[in-house]
């Protein structure tokens, strides 16, 4: 309790050092004030101009293209055109577009009036929403609005601008690419081409060397194999010409292990057996069927015979082929059928065999010449793939462009467009007379309270106790007292006139400004 009773008396006592110096603050304000209000009021009215746009990146075509032709992301662009519309190469063609560049004659003025656009012109993104405020200040409300007009048609302009250079740049590389891409895949197909015809010879037009080889070999041995079996059929038929016998009454061979010789007859024979046993299962040996099919087959059966005999009675000759059996001239015909098939095998066989040598005698060259078949293919197939990758690119970057010029991904929607400020937008005079006010009347108590603490007044004697350690035992009045007391009520007078006309002034200037809006917007 005693600790804030001191507290007290300590604020209480900075404010009398405060009050006896007094005269700092009347100083103060005398010498800020009227300067401060006279310069704000002599401050130009200044016109702000805004507009205020929407960007709309939705597209019906974006999600129909999806695949098909080249997409940017039309956020990233807006993003990054807004981030650079406001450099120098931007603010100076703001500024020749307004006419602000004739305004000044040297490049000290110029570089100034570049960084005065760059410092006031502003661009603010409202919330989350692709929605953009362009506003721009001057004393000149015209100026103020085409300032802001041409930084809108930049901000639109050069958006959809940017996306045409970077398709036309793309377009432009694209077919540079291309171009040379062509040229070394004709160079490619040129050295292919004449690899082929150097080595046409040896290089197999499909498969490798090896299975080409491979396949000779496979087809010689097969070749090979067919003459064998051919050789052995003729054999086994001269065999039956020259050293057949008859085994029963059916058929004829040579020998035991010789195939069986027929005739014309044999089938009917059989059939006609077939028959009889069928009718043994109906009739007797006495029904006339029976006797009709056994007499058909006991002619037969002996024109077999006849036939068999005649045959072998014919071979049995020293090489004379006429007035041959019909079985003879047929197994003759056969034999001259199957020779003259081996033949045409034969020179299947030879050509096989060159071949296969031709092949083994060029077998140390084939791993160089693959290589480089490997090598040369390799190449043309990159530079193919490249070049049609880079046709498909091509396609896509023009139906990209074709896309674009049907429809915008990016749609500006003014909501706002910009207008001549008929009210000035600054300076806000009320601010600024009130602070000067403060700052004023703030300068003169700090003055006050620092030269109070430098050279103090006691006004108690617990002061002087604290100063010089001694206990004051009691006090003396003045004895002009009355004197004193008129002479501070004076001094009180005083300060109370000086800091009312201080406020007088305030409230003067500030009901002036006032009465100066509330008359612009009654007109208006």
């Known amino acids: 309790m005693q600790e804030l009773q001191q507290t007290i008396e300590m604020v209480l006592d900075y404010i009398r050092g405060i009050w006896l110096k007094k005269r700092y ?21 200044v016109y702000k101009s805004e507009a205020v746009v929407f960007v709309d990146t939705r597209s019906m075509l974006q999600p129909l293209l999806s695949g098909l032709a080249i997409q940017t992301n039309p956020q990233q662009e807006i993003a990054m055109m807004a981030q650079t519309l406001l450099s120098r190469s931007n603010i100076e063609i703001i500024a020749r577009e307004s006419d602000l560049d004739i305004t000044v004659n040297t490049a000290d003025g110029y570089t100034n009036l570049i960084n005065a656009l760059s410092k006031n012109i502003r661009l603010d993104r409202t919330g989350r929403n692709n929605i953009y405020n362009i506003s721009y200040s001057n004393r000149n409300p015209e100026l103020a609005k085409r ?41 490619a197909e040129q050295r292919l081409a004449d690899f082929q015809r150097r080595y046409n010879d040896i290089m197999p037009v499909s498969g490798s060397f090896y299975s080409t080889l491979q396949g000779a070999t496979t087809n010689l041995e097969n070749t090979q194999l067919q003459i064998r079996e051919l050789q052995q059929q003729v054999s086994s038929l001269k065999s039956q010409m020259t050293a057949g016998r008859a085994t029963d009454g059916f058929d004829v061979r040579q020998g035991d292990n010789t195939p069986v010789i027929t005739t014309r007859y044999d089938d009917r024979i059989k059939s006609l057996e077939e028959k009889i046993d069928q009718l043994k299962l109906r009739f007797t040996d006495k029904h006339p069927d029976v006797i009709e099919a056994k007499n058909l ?87 193919k793939q490249k070049y049609e990758e880079l046709l498909r690119r091509k396609e896509a970057a023009e139906l990209s462009r074709r896309a674009d010029v049907s429809s915008e991904e990016l749609q500006f929607r003014i909501i706002e467009p910009p207008l001549v400020p008929d009210t000035p937008t600054g300076p806000k005079r009320l601010v600024y007379y009130t602070g000067i006010l403060v700052l004023g009347f703030g300068m003169g108590v700090a003055l006050a309270f620092a030269i109070s603490q430098i050279r103090p007044v006691l006004v108690r004697g617990r002061q002087l106790t604290a100063l010089t350690s001694f ?54």
């Open 147 to 187: 300032v802001v007009q041409e930084t809108l048609d930049l901000f639109v302009e050069g958006s959809l601008g940017n996306n045409r250079r970077d398709t036309d740049t793309a377009s432009r590389f694209l077919d540079e690419q291309i171009s040379e891409y062509e040229t070394r895949l004709i160079e």
């Open 297 to 383: 087959l006991a002619s037969l059966e002996q024109s077999r015979q006849d036939e068999l005999k005649a045959y072998f009675s014919e071979t049995a000759e020293d090489g004379d082929d006429t007035n041959l059996s019909p079985l003879a001239t047929e197994l003759k015909l056969e034999i001259s059928r199957l020779e003259g098939q081996i033949a045409s095998l034969r020179v299947r066989e030879g050509d096989f065999e060159a071949k296969i040598q031709e092949l083994r005698n060029k077998i140390d060259l084939i791993p160089q010449i693959e290589a480089e078949s490997t090598a040369l293919n390799r190449d043309y197939g990159i530079t």
């Open 471 to 524: 206990p004051v035992l009691g006090a003396v009045t003045h004895l002009n007292l009355k004197q004193i007391q008129r002479r501070n009520r004076m001094r009180v007078f005083v300060f109370i006139l000086s800091s009312g006309a201080i406020v007088t002034m305030y409230a003067i200037l500030l009901a002036a400004e006032v009465a100066h809006v509330n008359l612009v917007e009654r007109f208006l």
């Open 25 to 45: 603050i009347m100083l103060c304000s005398w010498l800020i004030c009227p300067i401060g209000f006279g310069y704000v009021a002599m401050m130009p009215d």
